[in-house]
């Protein structure tokens, strides 16, 4: 059967990947990128702040072109740290995915604890990448152990709470 007019097929990819794999790294990279404006257009405020402190405007026009000044610089870096974050957490939140699905297509044992991997995997990544030193590493391991079984108790969670509903429905 055919999707087009034209009778050609395409692939589709819904039935080997969840849709939550694609949600999670784009809503964490928005989220990122709101973050990072409001960080980085506050840094760069206070910057112009500090780097024109000495010389303050006298006259109502040179006040005008200060603030319209420091506007277009809050904006500028405001939308380029936005960037940077939201590709750091975006990223970030894809190798959890990346490794959440791996684990989870290993098989049984892995399956059970693939959210707890995910978490160890991506704090793992996350230290060698920044090179982390080892107490701070090791800090990095454990939150992200803590958060994968947090995550795996509400997996579990879920799943038992729907299994109430249908027996007892």
């Known amino acids: 059967m055919s999707n ?3 009778g050609t097929e395409r692939y589709d990819v819904t039935p080997i ?3 939550r794999y694609f949600i999670l790294p784009a809503s964490a990279a928005l989220v ?3 973050i990072g404006a409001v960080r980085g257009s506050r840094l760069a405020s206070l910057r112009f702040l500090a780097e024109n402190a000495h010389r303050p405007p006298k ?3 040179g006040w005008y072109l200060y603030n319209k000044t420091k506007n ?3 904006m500028a870096a405001g939308l380029l740290s936005g960037g940077k974050d939201g590709v750091k957490l975006g990223v970030t939140a894809l190798v959890w995915v990346g490794i959440e699905d791996g684990l989870g297509r290993c098989g ?3 399956d059970d604890l693939k959210e707890v991997g995910a978490g160890v995997g991506t ?3 996350f230290s060698v990448v920044y ?3 080892w107490r701070t590493g090791s800090r990095a391991l454990l939150l992200g152990t803590m958060i994968g079984g947090g995550m795996g108790f509400l997996g579990w969670a879920r799943e038992y709470l729907r299994r109430a509903l249908d027996d007892h429905a």
């Open 108 to 110: 049984t044992p892995f």
């Open 17 to 19: 990947l969840k849709s």
């Open 4 to 6: 087009y007019d034209d």
């Open 123 to 125: 704090a793992g990544v």
């Open 131 to 133: 090179r982390l030193p």
């Open 59 to 61: 006259t109502i026009r």
């Open 72 to 74: 277009y610089k809050r």
């Open 32 to 34: 990122g990128v709101f």
